[in-house]
């Protein structure tokens, strides 16, 4: 990125902020910000927006999960769409900082495998806070409804900052 786009993204994420969320720090409205720009395309409301961030003290590394089954968002009161032609699980970590970190990266890692490892209860993930052990008992509650049927299913990796 120039120069110049960054004091662009800069300016909007700040007029941003002012103007949706000014209660919020600035880490946390970057949180917030960053999955609305990533998920533009779902077009998120805001209680959707906040259904899937978990980002604070023992995330594991991990802001924000989304998991869409034919391109709808599935939350805890959310059926599963049957047939399910595709899933889809959007892993999203923001940071209002320059750079990308190796570490930041491993946790990602570190994460996933855990959530995606069926054979390792949720509870046992005790380094995780609450919040995140409940987004990975969410994702595995129901992509258990489809997981034996034929389906294209697909993992987004996000990780955010503010300068290359």
Known sequence: ?????????????????????????????????????VLKDADLSDDEIDSGLFGGPDDGGVDGMYFFVNRVLIQPDSDVPDPAITANLSIVQAKHEKGFKEDTVQKIHTFTRDLLNWSVPVDSFSYLSTAARDAISLFREKYNVIIGSPHIFSVDFYYVTTNR
């Open 1 to 37: 990125m120039s120069a110049l786009d960054v004091q662009a993204l800069e300016t909007n994420f700040n007029n941003w902020h002012k103007e949706r969320v000014s209660h919020l720090t600035v880490s946390d409205a970057f949180e917030r910000y960053a999955v609305e720009q």
